[in-house]
T-cell receptor
Framework: SQTIHQWPATLVQPVGSPLSLECTVEGTSNPNLYWYRQAAGRGLQLLFY??????ISSEVPQNLSASRPQDRQFILSSKKLLLSDSGFYLCAHAEPPTDTQYFGPGTRLTVL | AQTVTQSQPEMSVQEAETVTLSCTYDTSESDYYLFWYKQPPSRQMILVIR??????QNATENRFSVNFQKAAKSFSLKISDSQLGDAAMYFC???????????FGKGTKLTVNP
């Protein structure tokens, strides 16, 4: 069975600092991978998705970027964090051709 | 663009009773999938149930079942014999066949009273 990990679980960063969140998936190959953000009390916003190594699609223009250096690794980055980047970040995977997405445990990011 | 609407920001139910959460969606497509996800206080999104639009039979998973009304574009979730562990945010989501994107509703907060 597939397992999805996210690291770190919690992060507090100052404004202007860089960011790197990692997502890894076990038990599958060539999954579709996704990054979502959930602001407090709100629904999920799709940020990026990837259908393969080096293939990234951006849904929302912002100061975040994503990379997929390996088949089962998806990284969310920023060079300079903003206060508005605070939120709960969820990684998800889906195994084509299924349309079902399964989520990781999430990372709570607070930018001060 | 497809939209998903959950008209009940909050719902409550007594333990062991049944509750129904509402969801409507807007699409002109015929091939799509619908989902209910549960988000407990830990905030991990957990898949509850999945429905393919081409299937007329309503999906069921143990105490969870859906009432899928394709013509009305309605997809409600029924939780039977509610348990304290069912307390969570519940999100309805839509996925167009062949698309990588999930469209989420704003969620319904379910409280289970002992």
């Amino acid at each position: 069975s597939q397992t999805i990990h996210q690291w770190p679980a919690t992060l507090v960063q100052p404004v202007g600092s860089p960011l790197s969140l990692e997502c890894t998936v076990e038990g599958t190959s060539n999954p579709n991978l996704y990054w979502y953000r959930q602001a407090a009390g709100r629904g999920l916003q799709l940020l990026f998705y990837s259908v393969g190594i080096g293939q990234i699609s951006s849904e929302v223009p912002q100061n975040l970027s994503a990379s997929r250096p390996q088949d089962r690794q998806f990284i969310l980055s920023s060079k300079k964090l903003l206060l508005s980047d605070s939120g709960f970040y969820l990684c998800a995977h889906a195994e084509p051709p299924t349309d079902t997405q399964y989520f990781g445990p999430g990372t709570r990011l607070t930018v001060l | 663009a497809q939209t998903v609407t959950q008209s009940q920001p909050e719902m409550s139910v007594q333990e062991a009773e049944t509750v129904t959460l509402s969801c409507t969606y807007d699409t002109s497509e015929s091939d799509y999938y619908l989902f209910w996800y549960k988000q407990p206080p830990s905030r991990q999104m957990i898949l509850v149930i999945r429905q393919e639009a081409y299937k007329q039979q309503n999906a069921t998973e143990n105490r969870f079942s859906v009432n899928f009304q394709k013509a009305a574009k309605s997809f409600s979730l029924k939780i039977s014999d509610s348990q304290l562990g069912d307390a969570a945010m519940y999100f309805c989501a839509y996925n167009q066949g062949g698309s990588e994107k999930l469209v989420f509703g704003k969620g319904t907060k379910l409280t289970v009273n002992p």
